[in-house]
């Protein structure tokens, strides 16, 4: 039985975060207005995506499609097959990837303490890239088996492995004695990052012209080809860490006063922290698996919901999962109606949106310790 001391120090650690929130112009009331919100949009853009493209629907059409498919009825017309086959799939795995790479990103800035730490940080995107890149380049010679065993799961297989395997190396250099050393952790993450790059750098001078055009759309993010396998894969690798992460919301709350705070008040802090960047190891790597690499999301979309409601992660984390599937929707919508009827990369549309809003919020945060 856990000791009444703790139990006491955790009900006060839930109370003071608590009349933070209620003393500041964004309570909870406001955090839950924030949520219906961000949810009420994410439905509008959702069906809104649904209707534009290089074909028009109407929005009856994507109605009797979308029950269409929830009765799992046949492919009817055109536009039904268009709906269900293409532009559904499409867009569930924007916002499952995109609610991935944002709740990722309030994880990594949790436990660095940093607001503008990037799950990027810790190796998984270089890890990912590295293994994927090796694939494409290596597949008829060094990687013929691994290609032949795993056939067409063998990149975003790869992609998945190589991401988790660099976490689990950065985080064995940056614990030392069983305690995790934050600054070692990110400059165990800055050299592997520069080691995976240069071996990425290394392959594409291995590459053929086809081989360039694959890594170079790939590095870029899409979701092109996603489909409905894909949908389900990463509704149980993404959703199932997501939604384990909110056990840790009290966690990540008391780290914002600091680890031994969160010590006193009988939290087990590091292996607590091992968890959840084995979590947003997982979202990350099994996004950019699937998608490729798309940055910003989990850099930009925690930053915003802080300004709005605050630091408490027990409304950060469920408005950064519908923050990131809305952003990643409005990205992959623009993509694919932007120079229709080409398909741009969502990756490059996700920087051309998220590098100027980061750089006004490094403005702003720049202003603002000036004063």
Not at 62 to 79: C, D, E, H, I, K
Not at 142 to 148: A, D, T
Request: charged share 10%; with cysteine.
């Amino acid at each position: 039985m856990m000791p009444r001391t703790l139990v006491y120090s955790r009900r006060l650690s839930d109370a003071v975060f608590s009349c933070r929130a209620s003393l500041s112009a964004y309570g909870a009331g406001s955090q839950q207005l924030v949520l219906l919100g961000l949810g009420m949009m994410l439905a509008v853009v959702f069906l809104f995506c649904l209707t534009v493209g290089p074909v028009s629907i109407a929005i009856a059409d994507v109605w009797f499609s979308l029950r269409q498919t929830l009765s799992m009825a046949p492919t009817g017309s055109a536009n039904d097959w268009v709906v269900r086959e293409l532009r559904l799939p499409r867009a569930l795995l924007a916002m499952i990837v995109g609610a991935g790479l944002a709740v990722a990103g309030v994880i990594t800035q949790g436990v660095f303490r940093n607001p503008l730490a990037d799950p990027g940080l810790i190796g998984v995107s270089s890890g990912a890239a590295l293994a994927a890149v090796a694939v494409i380049v290596l597949n008829q010679s060094l990687l013929s088996g691994w290609v032949s065993l795993t056939g067409p799961l063998a990149l975003p297989l790869a992609a998945f492995m190589g991401g988790l395997g660099v976490t689990l190396v950065i985080y064995r250099l940056g614990t030392r004695g069983g305690q995790t050393q934050v600054g070692m952790l990110l400059l165990a993450g800055v050299a592997i990052n520069v080691l995976a790059g240069a071996a990425t750098g290394v392959l594409t001078y291995a590459a053929n012209d086809q081989q360039l055009r694959d890594m170079t759309f790939w590095s870029m993010g899409s979701l092109a080809s996603g489909r409905w396998q894909d949908v389900m894969a990463l509704a149980g690798l993404i959703g199932v860490p997501l939604l384990l992460s909110l056990r840790y919301r009290r966690l990540l709350n008391a780290l914002l006063m600091g680890e031994q705070v969160a010590i006193h008040l009988g939290f087990d802090v590091q292996r607590s922290k091992r968890w959840l960047l084995a979590f947003a190891a997982l979202m990350v790597g099994a996004g950019v698996a699937v998608t490729g690499i798309i940055g910003f999301v989990g850099l930009v979309v925690p930053h915003l919901l802080r300004m709005v409601m605050g630091s408490d992660h027990r409304g950060l984390i469920p408005a950064s999962a519908l923050g990131g599937a809305l952003l990643l929707l409005v990205a992959d919508t623009l993509a694919r109606t932007w120079m229709a009827p080409a398909d741009l990369p969502v990756g490059l549309v996700m920087a051309l949106l998220g590098g100027p809003i980061f750089l006004l919020l490094l403005v702003q945060q720049t202003g603002g310790q000036r004063r």
